[in-house]
């Protein structure tokens, strides 16, 4: 037999409904009633415990700030070479942007071995500054130690993959120590990031043409013996060549400051 209430034949009562939820109201006050009171009590108890020094405030510890980090060589080269350099002062006396114009005026009138000095210094008032790790690489270039060059305009990218000078910059390094292929790489990866860019497209086409000579040289050298290399002509970037270095020595119009 079905229900009466569900065939229509019995409608509900509003007055109860009414009913039932005073009393659900009821309650749910009474128990936020009963939470207030519970954290008044708590709250008196810890009132006390402060007058009478049994309980003491704990200051909430933000966590420390890491500070970027400098290698040891950066630091015993600062402390060992900044008498060179009379215009600079001790550590945290003078901006970035001091120390880096100090460094420019030096690189500009070929005093490289100052301008390193620095740049160094520059490294470590912000290590991750491309411009520090990438004016110091320049520098380097100049007095022709390429591998401490590449070192770092490689620490420049890692800062900053996308900053175009320290690619190129990298790429003359490698060439110079004969890493055609590692710096083609570089010279690619430039012509991406700046297709429209004349150094970087005369570079990647100079070096193009170096590793297919090279890689044609090697390849005719496995078909000799130890009797029949003097016969074989190894082709490899002229020495004179210095597309890249001099492209790229504006270091006073470097790009913007970090």
Not at 49 to 57: I, Q, R, T, V
Not at 220 to 226: N, V
Request: hydrophobic fraction near 35%; proline fraction near 4%.
């Amino acid at each position: 037999r079905p229900c009466r209430l569900h065939s229509g034949l019995m409608k509900p009562n509003p007055a109860a409904a009414i009913q039932a939820q005073i009393r659900s109201n009821s309650r749910e006050v009474g128990q936020y009633l009963s939470d207030l009171r519970d954290w008044e009590k708590d709250i008196t108890l810890k009132d006390k415990k402060l007058e009478s020094g049994k309980l003491k405030l704990t200051k909430e510890r933000s966590a420390p700030v890491k500070k970027p980090e400098c290698s040891p060589e950066d630091l015993a080269q600062d402390s060992e070479s900044a008498s060179k350099v009379p215009e600079l002062k001790a550590r945290g006396e003078q901006t970035f942007e001091e120390v880096k114009k100090i460094g420019n005026k030096y690189y500009t009138d070929g005093c490289y071995e100052e301008a390193v000095v620095c740049y160094t210094r520059l490294i470590l008032k912000n290590p991750k500054s491309e411009i520090a790790f990438s004016n110091r690489g320049m520098a380097l270039l100049k007095l022709h130690r390429y591998a401490k060059a590449e070192t770092d305009f490689t620490r420049a990218l890692k800062n900053n993959p996308r900053f175009l000078k320290a690619l190129h910059r990298r790429a003359v390094a490698r060439k110079n120590q004969g890493k055609l292929h590692a710096a083609l790489k570089d010279a690619r990866q430039m012509s991406q990031l700046a297709p429209e860019n004349v150094a970087a497209a005369s570079l990647h086409k100079q070096l193009k043409m170096a590793v297919r000579k090279y890689d044609e040289a090697m390849n005719s050298i496995s078909k000799f013996d130890a009797n029949g290399m003097d016969e074989v002509e190894i082709i490899s970037v002229e020495e004179g060549d210095s597309s890249g270095e001099e492209e790229d020595a504006d270091i006073v119009d470097i790009s913007s400051t970090t």
